[in-house]
DNA sequence: CTAAATACCTGATGGC
DNA sequence: TGCCATCAGGTATTTA
């Protein structure tokens, strides 16, 4: 599932029900996640959450003790239901409220993470080098020539590299670089600064366009009300290879970049 | 240092 | 209907 703007959907989705609220307990029905859920996870339920936050695709639970680092890899979720409705398979995580809601990790992948950590969340080694905030003021254009200078590397693997910018995956690294007029194989190192311009100014908007939508829905993201998001309409040339762009009307192509399918438009980009 | 390959895992899909 | 191959939104880690 998730992009940036579905698990900034999720997070905003979770904090009412965990802002300043007692977990009454973290039940783990299956630790064995990409790495393994610690025991020390129920210190989360030691004392209230005390802020909801996001860095990145990482979804961070603080409270006076310590933070819980959540990652939903490539089919997770996070899901506020009753208790009273039953679990389903893929569940792993569970945190029990007062107010007899629950919220469920669900991710049949098991790509995502659910730790603890204790001290600065920052300093933790999954944090500590990760690039800037795509919508935060110091991911500029000026900041995407500098990291291009020298890198080889095809400008759509640049952009998707969490430690340049965070948060930027496969979909919308697509998107951004049809919205750009850059092919995705151009060599990092060959964009011109206006181009650097053009890139950063598309993956901010496109971001903050579809966070405001609630998010893409591809296969089995459920928001954190339970409901579907919505979004995945207005994509421009991911998963449409063979459609006509919709600005010139050549087809999308469709080509396999560090292993990830990437589309584009052969005459709008260059 | 950079860049590319590998690893983790289940489920949906399409061809035969 | 079943079986098999292929693909899937991520990213840390290993290898070159």
């Known amino acids: ?90 569940d792993h ?44 003021n110091q991911f500029t254009g000026e900041y995407l020539f500098t990291a291009t200078r020298k890198r080889n590397v095809p400008i759509k693997t640049l952009i998707m590299n969490s430690q340049v910018v965070v948060g930027v995956g496969n979909i919308y690294a697509s998107e951004a670089l049809f919205m750009s007029g850059i092919r995705p194989g151009k060599a990092a190192k060959r964009l011109s600064r206006r181009e650097a311009d053009a890139l950063c100014k598309q993956i901010r908007d496109v971001l903050q366009k579809s966070i405001e939508k609630g998010g893409t829905t591809l296969r089995d993201f459920i928001n954190s009300d339970g409901e579907p998001g919505y979004f995945a309409q207005s994509l421009f040339v991911y998963g449409r290879e063979g459609e006509p762009c919709q600005t010139c009307k050549t087809p999308i192509k469709k080509t396999v970049m560090a292993q990830r399918s990437t589309f584009y438009c052969s005459a709008c980009q260059s």
């Open 1 to 90: 599932m998730p992009e940036l703007p579905e698990v900034e959907t999720t997070r905003r989705g979770i904090e009412p029900f965990l802002h300043n609220k007692q977990i009454k307990s973290v039940q783990v029905h299956n630790s064995s996640l990409r790495w393994p859920v610690p025991n020390t996870i129920t210190r989360l339920a030691d004392a209230r959450v005390q802020h909801v936050s996001r860095r990145g695709k990482y979804i961070v639970l603080t409270n006076k003790l310590g933070s819980a680092i959540i990652h939903l890899g490539m089919s997770g979720s996070l899901r506020i239901d009753k208790q009273t409705i039953p679990k389903r398979k893929h």
């Open 93 to 136: 995580v569970e945190l029990l409220l007062a107010n007899k809601h629950v919220v469920r990790f669900h991710d049949p992948r098991r790509f995502g993470c659910f730790l603890w950590h204790e001290g600065p969340v920052e300093e933790h080694p999954l944090l500590a080098k990760l690039g800037p905030e795509p919508l935060a």
